[in-house]
């Protein structure tokens, strides 16, 4: 697959076509999926004309993007943001009433079982990216909001400039939010108050409230500035141990959903066999070496 350089200097896996290890390529309409640096894969919402408005087809590829950067070893840490003015305005509100009114079922219990696989759909829309074992940094400017939020609190770190907003707008469109905002956000920002609030009065959050929150961990001057640092976080991600940095990801989000008791059980059996990496004899020797680790030439995984 060729790689080329893009107008604004970037590496790019020919514009929004991905392969995977395997070699086969899939054309994304909704997400564009560029190469900025060894090792980082930058995923960008590609709809901003429609405010990165999120369309039936974006579901899926969604699905597909990230099974494919699952297993594709040149993948290491990926970066997601939002192409335009803004990161997301959720959910295509054209498409939602005309996907529910579309419904196929002669009876309540046929609609229904079509309604569930509909909204199981779309929380494995942003499932596969906790799934996915590369750390995701989202990196949101301006509006992000209603699938949004859904989607940021499936990633691991969550960047933002000084000028973004984000809000659980679900209940202002007459729905509780049923694709991840509910069962995320409470672990994200800890203070189940200030998540019923949010939820249940669809008010807007700013970026020094989401960093006080920690619903962000870090926020930038801009947009530039954000990527720059985005870029810059991906780097020292990408530099460390695959073995490493990938166990610790699957780790976290298993202790995050069960007993310390069990989650320590999973992490000795996770351990027993990822301490037997070349890895760790490296890493340790560049240690005391007094080098970094991004020296250290890790094999991809
Ligand atoms: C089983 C799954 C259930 C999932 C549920 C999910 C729920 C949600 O995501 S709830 C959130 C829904 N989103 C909204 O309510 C936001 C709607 N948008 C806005 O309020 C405004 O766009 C906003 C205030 C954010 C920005 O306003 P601005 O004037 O700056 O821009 P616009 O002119 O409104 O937008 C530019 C074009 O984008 C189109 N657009 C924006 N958002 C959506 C959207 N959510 N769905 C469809 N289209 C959207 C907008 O119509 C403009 O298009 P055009 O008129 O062709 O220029």
């Not at 199981?120 to 750390?135: A, D």
């Amino acid at each position: 697959m060729a790689a080329m350089m893009t107008s604004e200097g970037r590496m790019s896996l020919t514009g929004s076509v991905m392969s995977s290890a395997g070699g086969s390529t899939t054309r994304f309409t909704t997400l564009s999926v560029t190469r900025p640096a060894d090792g980082i894969t930058h995923v960008e919402l590609n709809r901003p004309d429609k405010s990165n408005a999120m369309i039936r087809a974006f579901w899926s590829e969604m699905v597909d993007c990230f099974n494919q950067i699952a297993v594709d070893p040149r993948c290491r840490v990926v970066i997601f943001s939002g192409a335009g003015k803004l990161f997301s305005t959720g959910i295509d509100l054209m498409d939602l009433t005309s996907d529910i009114r579309q419904l196929a079922g002669d009876d309540v219990a046929r609609v229904s079982w079509n309604l569930r696989r509909f909204i199981t759909m779309g929380q494995e829309t942003f499932s596969v990216i906790e799934k996915c074992p590369k750390p995701v940094i989202a990196a949101v400017h301006g509006a992000c909001i209603g699938e949004g939020v859904d989607l940021i609190t499936a990633c691991d770190i969550r960047l933002c400039t000084q000028d973004a907003w984000f809000q659980v707008k679900e209940v202002d469109i007459g729905l509780a939010a049923d694709v991840g905002t509910l069962q995320r956000l409470p672990r994200v920002i800890g203070s189940r108050s200030l998540v019923s609030e949010l939820a249940l009065t669809a008010r807007k959050m700013f970026s020094d409230e989401a960093k006080s929150c920690g619903l962000v961990s870090k926020v930038f001057a801009d947009k530039e500035a954000m990527m720059a640092g985005a870029l810059e976080m991906a780097s020292e991600i990408a530099g460390r141990s695959p073995v490493a940095v990938q166990g610790t990801k699957i780790n976290l989000i298993y202790s995050r959903d069960h007993s310390v008791p069990d989650s320590l059980d999973y992490m000795a059996t996770w351990n027993m066999s990822m301490l037997q990496t070349h890895d760790v004899l490296k890493s340790a020797q560049a240690a005391m070496e007094k080098k970094s680790p991004a020296d250290v030439p890790f094999s991809n995984m």
